[in-house]
């Protein structure tokens, strides 16, 4: 059947309208609650982010802090490994420089022409250097560790050691004959070495040349000595002959000058004779057979022979002898009496007119003293120490009489301490000396 | 003409003749010219008036300005422990000094106080251009710039660095001729006619969801988002509070500083924070006023040589084919933090962006002024940890 097409009636048309509305409407809320969803996930989305943001920032804090405290440390490595090398350097150069000195002072050592032994505390030998190898004839290795006990054993090495071990610390310059053509000259030093560890240093010192030379020169002396005497007998002798008229008158002129020479003569033989024992002394063949006396005796002998000279010169002389008697002395009778006389003719040479000399005699259990005692001009106190040298004369000595050998203490000490006496004085300038000795009792 | 020399000394024995060292080896690759002026840098490990002493005594007769540094810069070396001074002859530009004082009891009347004695040093004439040195530890770096602009005009070229103290934070100095100053501003117009290029970059990135700040007290930040502002490095940083108060936070913060969009920057300007308090409010280097949206801020170091490089072209290119005479290089302090071991890095990559042959000085700043991405004739702002560049030519 054909509809007829009729135009919507306005209510059809309002409903459509509101149909539409309604449609849209519905559109609308559906659409509205798609984007409050969308917008919900796309907060959800932004939290989402946003914690992995934070994450980010916390794990990138984490690093930059680790790594600025890497940093840190690395740059404290590297001081700490600058300053270490820098003290590495200081130790190698320390190191360095006292290998050089250890090595300058084994240089030293090694090539020193005096020998050297070190002993340590416990006396073992611990170093010695080439030219105590040379010395001893030994070698090191064989000398190494050894104490003392030990290398006395030794023959080479003995006299050394037990001079060593006797006298020990305070050795200074002691000679020693080692063999025929080996003096040596022996000196110990203590050393402190670490924590107060007592080492010894034995330095010996090669005087075998020196002692030769001495021995040349004694030896020349001697010679001369008496090559010279022999003419000065000769001397003697004629003037003696002239003096005593035997050859026909002399004047009076003549005598005086005859009389002089004379004079001159004897004190050359006097001063040949004095070298001459000086000579003996040295060679050590100075004493001879000695005897077992009473000291008095000779004294008496010896201040007879000068009562003479006492008138002569004007000085008193007084003899003071102890009252209880005196023990024997086992003595060279001759020598005793040129000691005695030695001191006797200091005593009036250096004493003026109206001065007077006392000689003394007394003696205890040990030993026998005299003593030689006068107002003269005494020793300067510059002058003391070398009263009993070899030649020497005081200043003012010379000036009282310029002849004289300076030999005469020299002679009466060696007489006196070879005979394990003991020699001294006492003196003041201007008031006079006093010169003692002793002398051992017998038995 | 135009001739710069560049000296570095690191006599910590004789802090007078660290002085005389640095101003000598400057003046002396000057090639017998008289300098006109002197900027000097020096670390804090220096007896800062021996310094001066000394310097003065290398050069009696020209002006010298600068302060002490939290690092000294040089085209040839960046160091922790010297002193260093770019001396400047030339008989085409003029140099005018001027200070101003008081700068926490007032930082905007500082600022203006300092434009005001340069042009009435040089006669009533505004400057050319304008380098500021202001105290780094006082007042509000904004506010100063603020002052300045006041006096030489919203555009006005305006370009400088805060002083520093070594990391310390404690307080910082400004040398103006022979005097040495806290909490001060020194000012330094040039006049006359010479070319010159602005390089304003910092390469952090922003990181996390935009904040806004909803309470602020001038340099004190109070709230964000409603919550106490310290909330936000909490959040961030995963830590607690009170570590973050004793920290202090600038320690652990300055290479996550916090950034706010300005108009004509495609970076964000970057505010740092300074120091927390029990209450949750944030002191920040300079104001961030109530309602500014910001975002936390991440560097990267690779980035940050990246910006350094363009600021150094950016700088040449604005000369439009002057030769560079020389450079003057503020470079923030968190800069120096992020970098490291690598910091001489990107000093090297502006020297040499330049020419490695341009006499260049500089110093770590604790923050920089100049107008936003270097570009002339806009607005100069306070910045922080961006590489600041002034390269002078002719």
Not at chain 2, 164 to 176: M, R
Request: aromatic content about 6%; proline content about 3%.
């Amino acid at each position: 059947m054909n509809k007829v097409q009729r135009t919507a009636s306005p209510l059809a048309k309002r409903n459509a309208g509101v149909k539409e509305i309604k449609r849209l409407r519905n559109t609308l809320r559906v659409r509205d609650l798609e984007l409050a969803e969308l917008k919900k996930k796309h907060a959800i989305d932004l939290q989402e982010l946003d914690k992995v943001a934070k994450m980010l920032v916390q794990r990138d804090l984490e690093r930059s802090q680790i790594t600025e405290k890497r940093e840190d440390e690395l740059k404290q490595l590297k001081e700490s490994r600058a300053a270490l090398l820098n003290i590495l350097e200081d130790a190698q150069a320390a190191r360095k420089f006292v290998q050089e000195e250890k090595e300058k002072i084994s240089a030293i050592i090694a090539n020193l022409s005096d020998g050297l032994l070190l002993f340590d505390a416990q006396d073992r030998l611990s170093m010695v250097n080439p030219q105590t190898e040379k010395i001893f004839a030994v070698k090191e290795q064989d000398l190494i560790g050894k104490t003392i006990p030990q290398l006395a054993a030794f023959p080479a090495t003995r006299p050394v050691v037990i001079l060593v071990k006797n006298e020990g610390e305070k050795i200074f310059r002691k000679e020693i004959k080692l063999r025929e053509k080996m003096t040596l000259e022996v000196t110990t030093v203590p050393l402190t070495i670490g924590k107060n560890q007592l080492w010894t240093l034995v330095v010996l010192h090669d005087v075998t040349r020196e002692k030769l030379i001495e021995e040349m020169k004694t030896e020349f002396v001697s010679l001369s000595a008496h090559q010279l005497r022999t003419p000065l007998s000769a001397i003697k002798w004629t003037l003696r002959l002239l003096l005593d008229g035997e050859l026909g008158n002399i004047t009076q002129e003549q005598r005086g000058f005859l009389e002089k020479t004379y004079q001159s003569n004897e004190r050359m033989i006097a001063l040949i004779n004095d070298l001459l024992n000086v000579t003996r002394i040295e060679e050590g063949r100075y004493l001879s057979r000695r005897v077992l006396i009473e000291l008095e005796q000779i004294l008496q002998i010896v201040v007879n022979s000068y009562k003479e000279e006492s008138k002569r010169t004007n000085i008193g002389f007084k003899l003071e002898v102890s009252k209880e008697p005196l023990p024997k002395v086992l003595v060279d009778l001759e020598k005793i009496q040129v000691a005695m006389q030695n001191l006797l003719d200091n005593a009036f040479r250096y004493t003026r007119a109206g001065g007077q000399v006392t000689v003394s005699l007394k003696s205890d259990k040990k030993e026998v003293e005299l003593s030689v005692k006068d107002s003269g001009v005494g020793i300067p106190k510059d002058q003391q120490e070398k009263v009993f040298s070899k030649f020497f004369r005081a200043a003012n000595a010379v000036r009282i009489e310029a002849e004289g050998s300076g030999l005469g203490l020299f002679i009466a000490k060696n007489i006196v301490e070879s005979h394990g006496g003991r020699i001294w004085f006492e003196s003041e300038e201007g008031k006079g000396s006093t010169f003692y000795f002793t002398l051992p009792v017998a038995g | 003409m135009t001739k710069a020399g560049v000296g570095l000394s690191q006599n910590l024995d004789d802090h007078r003749k660290a002085g005389f060292e640095a101003a000598s080896q400057a003046v002396e690759k000057l090639g017998g010219l008289a300098p006109s002026i002197l900027f000097c840098f020096s670390s804090i490990k220096y007896n800062q008036e021996e310094v001066l002493r000394g310097i003065r005594e290398a050069a009696p007769a020209a002006s010298i300005v600068g302060g002490s540094a939290a690092g000294e810069i040089t085209s040839w070396s960046t160091v922790f422990d010297g002193v260093n001074v770019l001396a400047i002859s030339s008989n085409s530009i003029r140099f005018v000094t001027g200070v101003g004082k008081g700068v926490s009891k007032d930082s905007f009347k500082a600022g203006t106080a300092a434009a005001k004695d340069v042009v009435s040093n040089s006669g009533g004439k505004k400057p050319n251009l304008f380098i500021m040195l202001p105290d780094g530890m006082t007042g509000n770096g904004a506010a100063i710039v603020d002052g300045i602009k006041s006096v030489l005009g919203e555009n006005a070229p305006i370009i400088g660095g805060s002083l520093g103290d070594d990391y310390f934070f404690k307080k910082t100095f400004e040398y103006h001729q022979d005097q040495v100053l806290t909490d001060s501003v020194v000012g330094v117009g040039l006049y006359g006619s010479f070319e010159y290029g602005f390089g304003i970059k910092h390469g952090w990135e922003p990181v996390g969801l935009p904040l806004k700040v909803t309470k602020a007290d001038g340099v004190k930040l109070q709230e964000v988002d409603g919550k106490p502002a310290l909330k936000v490095y909490e959040d961030y940083f995963g830590k607690e509070a009170a570590e973050l108060v004793r920290e202090p936070l600038a320690r652990m913060a300055y290479t996550y500083p916090l950034g706010l969009a300005v108009e004509g920057s495609d970076e964000l300007l970057i505010r740092d924070p300074v120091i927390a308090n029990e209450k949750g409010e944030i002191t920040m280097a300079s104001a961030i006023p109530e309602g500014t949206t910001i975002r936390l801020m991440i560097g990267d170091r690779d980035k940050a040589i990246v910006a350094a490089k363009k600021a150094a072209q950016v700088a040449r290119e604005q000369l439009e084919g002057a030769e560079p005479k020389f450079i003057l290089m503020f470079n923030c302090m968190a800069r120096n933090r992020l970098l490291g071991v690598r910091c001489h890095e990107e000093n090297e990559t502006v020297s040499q962006a330049i020419g490695s042959g341009v006499p260049m000085s500089g110093f770590y700043t604790y923050g920089e002024q100049g107008p936003l991405l270097g570009k002339k004739g806009t607005p100069a702002y306070f910045h922080n940890e961006t590489m600041t560049l002034l390269v002078v030519g002719e």
